[in-house]
């Protein structure tokens, strides 16, 4: 599928032609002869995605000298506080705890009462991000949101959502950063007038993880094309966003590199994608899946090396509570992003799994060679588009960051 369209993004010293890596006899030959600077194509992606043990340190210290050709000495993070503002959801994924049908046991939509006393609350611990997560559209599925979004005055959890991020902008110096599943044109321009950025996983391309008994079994919002029809359309508009792949709910290691071509593809088209996040499958005891493998050590340092070179010059990020205790090692597979840490709520998506404490991760980073830099929820080189914008989004943007475009210092960990 991707062969024909990536001939001329390979980082072979062949020029610029693609090589055909079939023959060589291992990966370090072939380490050896690439250009960091340049992307590496799917031939080259799928034979180091599968490198024997014995070459994963060179693996490694390809990706991480590729991330220090891109940003050198710094790791960033962004200090966030988790707003799970409804977790109803009309998909049914066989690996998320979050998602509920109402009257279960723990099933919930926040009042804009208990969104403010979060945000509050977050600001007071120098939070920059109030990261809104939700589950996609539930009102269409059942009557009981409805019911809920007309006691709050809005015709749809989207309407909410846009209340709310608004609410936030205009009542704090928090950013919102919206998660709210597939969205229309109409929608990303709205929700792109009250936040700086916003997010949806494409987590795979293989859409035979739709079938019965898949992970995306029952889950209409998670066909492939669907998301990457949001994802092409904040690239339209312009629109910083946040993506990424979920790896270990049953695809393969071709699955994951075709994954991060599809978004390298739309990247390159729009220069929109902000930063990809290559997150690992935990099981739980609860879920569908809670007898499914996890991946492995090496399949997370090898998915993130490679996401690395199939991607120089884009923010790539790995979440440290879900690779804890050895999440460090993620530095030396090119990450420069720990993603969002709250020193408030806990990650609602896995919270078994605790964000590690501030310190904690300076220190590890240190360890390996890092700056700790906080960041806001859109990334410095994205800044400029969404100042141009003006208004309000605007304003409290240009107040929240430094000369560089991080955190403000008044707001650094």
């Keep these: 599928m991707y062969d024909s369209m990536h001939q001329q993004a390979d980082g072979i010293k062949m020029s610029g032609m693609q090589a055909n890596t079939a023959d060589r006899t291992s990966c370090s030959e072939l380490l050896c002869e690439l250009d960091l600077s340049i992307p590496v194509g799917r031939e080259t992606g799928l034979q180091l995605i599968q490198c024997p043990d014995e070459e994963l340190p060179q693996l490694l210290a390809a990706a991480r000298a590729a991330k220090e050709n ?79 979004l007309r006691h709050l005055g809005y015709k749809s959890t989207l309407h909410y959502l846009e209340a709310m991020c608004e609410m936030v902008l205009r009542e704090t110096s928090l950013l919102p950063h919206p998660n709210p599943g597939l969205l229309s044109s109409e929608w990303i321009s709205r929700l792109a007038a009250v936040s700086p950025s916003m997010g949806l996983m494409l987590e795979t391309t293989n859409e035979k993880l739709l079938a019965p008994g898949a992970a995306h079994d029952n889950a209409p919002d998670k066909v492939p094309s669907k ?64 007898h499914a493998p996890e991946p492995s050590r090496g399949e997370m340092l090898r998915t993130v090396a490679v996401a690395r070179l199939l991607m120089p010059n884009v923010n790539i990020q790995a979440p440290p509570n879900l690779n804890a205790p050895y999440y460090d090692e993620l530095l030396d597979a090119g990450i420069n992003d720990w993603g969002g840490i709250s020193p408030l709520t806990p990650d609602y998506i896995n919270p078994e799994r605790p964000w590690p404490h501030l310190e904690q991760l300076r220190r590890r980073s240190e ?47």
């Design 70 to 148: 891109f940003k050198p000495g710094v790791i960033t993070y962004s200090r966030k506080v988790f707003i799970p503002l409804t977790n109803l959801c009309r998909d049914y994924c066989g690996y998320c705890t979050f998602r509920r049908d109402p009257g279960e046991p723990g099933a919930h939509t926040m009042t804009p009462e208990g969104v403010m006393e979060v945000a509050r609350a977050g600001e007071k611990l120098g939070c920059t991000e109030a990261l809104f997560s939700l589950g996609d559209k539930p009102e269409l599925l059942f009557p009981e949101m409805r019911a809920t």
């Design 367 to 413: 360890a390996k060679g890092f700056q700790l830099r906080q960041r806001l929820p859109v990334y410095p080189e994205f800044l400029p588009s969404t100042l141009s914008r003006g208004g309000l989004l605007a304003e409290k943007l240009q107040a929240a960051c430094d000369r560089e475009g991080l955190a403000a210092e008044k707001r650094a960990a």
């Design 227 to 290: 998301r990457l029809r949001t994802i092409e359309d904040a690239g339209r508009q312009g629109v910083p966003f946040t993506t990424g792949l979920l790896i270990g709910i049953g695809e393969t290691a071709e699955d994951r590199v075709d994954t991060l071509l599809a978004i390298r593809d739309l990247h390159q088209r729009y220069g929109h994608v902000q930063e990809v996040i290559v997150q690992n499958f935990r099981a739980k005891p609860s879920i569908p899946m809670a």
